[in-house]
């Protein structure tokens, strides 16, 4: 079966711009979680979305956005983007939310410059 | 509340065994733990559950004591790809449902 795929896979973006990434659960999974990983530090999460809900926001800006699809694949939306915002983008995937394993995909390297 | 993971980084001889700590100030619901290698995801080893469950995909154990909020994963008879960096995430009620707070992460590294 297919892991989680996540696009693109780098991206360099100018500060004040705007960017989208986009990820696909695994099937058969309909929660999807967001985080962001700053080198040499855990990651730290976003947002998560179960049966296209918002079921969770961490401590992020109202510059991050996120949304879920019919197919259960999502968005993060970044606006207004800050030197800051450069990280790992990492998008989870797990089949319900609150005690299931969550699976990472391969993430987008975010730079901002 | 982030968990507190120790050590920060040990280095062992292939075969040789350790243990890695999180710890946590809040009553916890569940521990995932994770290993990631460097330039990639974090990749599923194992999660353990309030009441005792545990699921996992790899031969490496962990101990999740609720009392003293605490879990900790058991690397025995290390090999070279044991290598990375591991993280715990903890859930720490149902309000915190699927949302992984995650530790600053343990470096292990593994020599011939």
């Known amino acids: 079966d297919a892991g989680v795929t996540q696009s693109p896979t780098h991206l360099i973006k100018t500060r004040g711009q705007h960017v989208t990434l986009r990820c696909s659960p695994i099937s058969g999974h309909k929660s999807v979680s967001w985080y962001q990983q700053v080198l040499g530090q855990g990651p730290q999460f976003i947002f998560q979305?179960?049966?296209?809900?918002?079921?969770g926001r961490g401590n992020f800006p109202d510059r991050f956005s996120a949304r879920q699809f019919p197919n259960y694949s999502s968005e993060l939306n970044v606006n207004a983007l800050l030197l800051g915002d450069s990280a790992l983008y990492l998008c989870?995937?797990?089949f319900g939310t609150g005690y299931y394993e969550q699976y990472f995909g391969p993430g987008t390297r975010l730079t901002v410059t | 509340q982030q968990p507190v993971q120790s050590p920060q980084a040990v280095i062992l001889r292939e075969g040789e065994d350790a243990v890695i700590n999180c710890s946590s100030s809040k009553a916890l619901y569940s521990v995932h733990w994770y290993r990631q290698k460097h330039g990639e995801a974090p990749v599923f080893l194992m999660i353990l559950l309030k009441g005792g469950e545990q699921k996992g995909h790899e031969k490496i154990s962990a101990s999740f004591n609720e009392k003293k909020q605490q879990s900790s994963l058991y690397l025995t008879a290390s090999q070279l790809s044991y290598s990375g960096t591991y993280f715990c995430g903890t859930e720490d009620g149902t309000d915190s449902w699927g949302k992984l707070q995650f530790g600053a992460g343990t470096q292990v590294v593994v020599t011939p």
């Open positions: 979305y179960y049966e296209k809900e918002e079921r």
């Open positions: 989870a995937s797990s």
